[in-house]
């Protein structure tokens, strides 16, 4: 499809707002040449007016509106393209033409200025033609995460621990994660949990005399626990000689997989501090788990997190996926269903994202067809929240994706008080986060401006091993940030 645009360049956010009902698609931009509608495109234009005009197949739509202010023209058009797209589609995705990746941010800016529940949605809806169903998702999420916002010490940080490892590939997974059965995994590994302790030991030398603490830890992945159990206590042992972890409040290992999950390692997890896990089935359907490339069964999910229970962990989240393959509003309502029956402290809801770097995107072309007009899996994420609020697990912290089906969301919900904090931080982008290890992404937040400066580690493990020294250019702006808090 090709995107022209005249007398303007806001290709970013119009790119953002096609994707809503183009998802999939790849775009051509053409900012000087003329407009032609013999294929599937888009005009933008500002004039002395605002015209849209698009074709999809044999339909055409066009919107026009007085030109306003420069500073409401990008948001302006936007909304124009959003009313045109949802005419050619027939769909009308319920977050509007809302792009942003934080809508709790803007809601917590609208409780701010005095809205309540009712004000918030006529903003939102006025603005973004987002529905009361996801205004409302938000403003909860925004009052529920509230007490844990105004709890934080802005002399805190987090500190995240990447382990880039997974059993397997799953068929949707885009993220930086090698299967520990590729080649040279059992050379590789080892290299990388010693070049990771030795960036824990060097990040906590950087953090001596510093006037900041750590407030939560998070090990994530890839599966932490692909690792061994003796790789996880280094790990862990690691952390706490290196930084002072005194007086953290939460501390989370994601032990990810019940195929990647024993006793030991759950024990190691458990003795060198963890205050909470995550056990992920994803799904309790055993055929939409091998559909997807999870070498366990529902079974084996049941077994490790009785296992958990019994070694003593007392804040286990689960996660799941709304819109996996094969599966069906039927199979999603089973598995909310059997996941309150066990009680966990909290349980996430993901919608499934497609990127292009997902086995999933190459090869289901089927599933490609129903990607953005199939209704079930908004179905399935209205239950998941009808159901676990009525439960008492309440909306903690919400983030969307592009290329998420339905353009809906990813929500975690948990019961009072057990409401992770690191989650929440990370998400609303209010608290400084050190982290370490391959795709590690270090945000430091300046505490006069809010501007927030990003440090990325490599992406991928070999690469962050080899080059490694390279990589730790960026430390000394990080130790003078630290030592001008």
Same mark, same amino acid.
């Given at each position: ?14 790119? *953002? ?13 053409? @900012? ?12 933008v ?14 339909k ?27 005419? !050619?589609?027939?769909?009308?995705p ?22 309540? &529940?009712d ?7 006025? &603005? ?5 169903r ?40 885009? @993220? ?6 590729? &080649? ?38 890839g599966?932490?626990?692909?690792l ?38 759950? /024990? ?20 939409? !788990? ?30 799941? /996926?709304?819109? !996996?393959?094969? %599966? ?7 598995? /909310? ?46 239950? *998941? ?8 697990f ?11 089906v ?8 948990? &019961? ?13 982008? *209010?608290?400084?986060i ?11 937040? %300046? ?39």
């Amino acid at each position: 499809m090709t995107i022209y645009f005249e007398n303007n360049s806001y290709k970013y956010e119009v790119e *953002a707002v096609m994707k809503l009902f183009c998802p999939l698609e790849s775009f051509e931009f053409v @900012f000087d040449g003329e407009y032609d509608d013999t294929d599937d495109s888009l005009l933008v234009c500002v004039s002395d007016k605002l015209t849209v005009s698009a074709k999809l197949g044999e339909k055409k739509q066009a919107a026009e509106a007085p030109l306003c202010p420069e500073s409401e023209r990008e948001l302006a058009l936007c909304r124009m393209i959003y009313t045109v797209m949802s005419q !050619l589609t027939g769909v009308s995705p319920e977050w509007g033409c809302l792009t942003g990746i934080r809508p709790v941010k803007k809601v917590n800016v609208l409780i701010s200025e005095g809205c309540d &529940k009712d004000g918030v949605y006529e903003r939102l809806h006025e &603005k973004y033609f987002i529905s009361r169903r996801k205004s409302d998702l938000s403003y909860l999420t925004a009052i529920t995460q509230s007490p844990a916002l105004q709890s934080l010490d802005p002399k805190s940080f987090s500190l995240y621990v990447a382990i880039p490892f997974c059993p397997s590939r799953c068929s949707y997974c885009s @993220f930086v994660s090698h299967s520990i059965r590729s &080649k040279g995994a059992k050379e590789l590994i080892p290299q990388y949990v010693e070049m990771l302790c030795k960036e824990i030991e060097e990040m906590g030398e950087i953090l001596k005399g510093k006037n900041t603490f750590c407030d939560t830890v998070y090990i994530g992945g890839g599966t932490p626990t692909s690792l061994s159990a003796a790789q996880i206590e280094k790990i862990m042992k690691t952390i706490e000689k290196s930084i002072d972890i005194s007086r953290i409040r939460e501390y989370t290992v994601e032990a990810g997989r019940a195929d990647s999950i024993t006793e030991d390692k759950l /024990i190691a997890i458990r003795d060198n501090g963890a205050t909470r896990i995550s056990i992920n089935p994803q799904t309790m359907q055993d055929g939409v !788990l091998k559909a997807i490339g999870r070498q366990h069964t529902a079974a084996q999910f049941e077994e490790c997190y009785s296992l958990a229970r019994r070694l003593g962990f007392d804040n286990i989240n689960t996660d799941t /996926i709304a819109g !996996l393959p094969t %599966d069906t509003f039927e199979g999603f309502k089973d598995t /909310i269903d059997r996941l309150i029956e066990l009680d966990p402290e909290s349980i996430t809801v993901h919608t499934l994202t497609v990127k292009r770097s997902a086995e999933l995107f190459k090869t289901a072309e089927s599933f490609r067809a129903g990607y953005l007009t199939d209704d079930s899996v908004s179905r399935m994420v209205n239950y *998941a929240f009808d159901s676990l609020t009525e439960k008492g697990f309440m909306p903690y912290y919400l983030y969307r994706q592009k290329n998420t089906v339905g353009n809906l969301e990813n929500v975690g919900y948990a &019961k009072q008080g057990k409401e992770g904090l690191y989650n929440i931080f990370i998400m609303e982008e *209010a608290q400084n986060i050190l982290a370490c290890g391959a795709s590690g992404s270090t945000k430091l937040i %300046d505490p006069e401006t809010g501007k927030i400066t990003r440090y990325f580690n490599y992406k991928y493990p070999y690469e962050y091993i080899s080059r490694y020294e390279k990589m730790m250019g960026y430390k000394p702006l990080l130790e003078k940030f630290l030592a001008d808090m």
